[in-house]
Nanobody, 126 residues
Framework: QVQLVESGGGLVQAGGSLRLSCATS????????IGWFRQGPGNEREFVST????????RYADSVQGRFTASRDSALNTMFLQMNSLKPEDTAIYYC???????????????????WGQGTQVTVSS
């Protein structure tokens, strides 16, 4: 079992920045990927980014490529999502999640992620 707790959400103006954190506990993350997904009002949950815990390899959705950066601190068992140049359409609840088969894929599919946090709200005003 992996427990995940998101933090760092809030209200920001368009063009601003936020850094989300995903603190993990419960087991070592070797072989896992930690991903971020988001769900805006009336929208399906969508992939944002994922990072391979062992190597730090990353994958991003086209909509955030060049604006968002994923990283991890192995000593803290925490993954970060630096979000710059935020847009109103980035408004959503952001969830982090753990994929136990991270050695084999950098998945953008929500159903590949077995463990989920409760989410943190990000609101970008225009």
């Amino acid at each position: 079992q992996v427990q995940l707790v998101e933090s760092g959400g809030g209200l920001v103006q368009a063009g601003g920045s936020l850094r989300l954190s995903c603190a993990t506990s419960g087991r070592a993350l070797s072989g896992y990927n930690i991903g971020w997904f988001r769900q805006g009002p009336g929208n399906e949950r969508e992939f944002v980014s994922t990072i391979r815990w062992n190597s730090g390899g990353t994958r991003y959705a086209d909509s955030v490529q060049g604006r968002f950066t994923a990283s991890r601190d192995s000593a803290l068992n925490t993954m970060f999502l630096q979000m710059n140049s935020l847009k109103p359409e980035d408004t959503a609840i952001y969830y982090c999640a753990a994929d136990p088969l991270g050695s084999y894929r950098l998945s953008a599919r929500a159903h590949d992620y077995h463990y989920w946090g409760q989410g943190t709200q990000v609101t970008v005003s225009s």
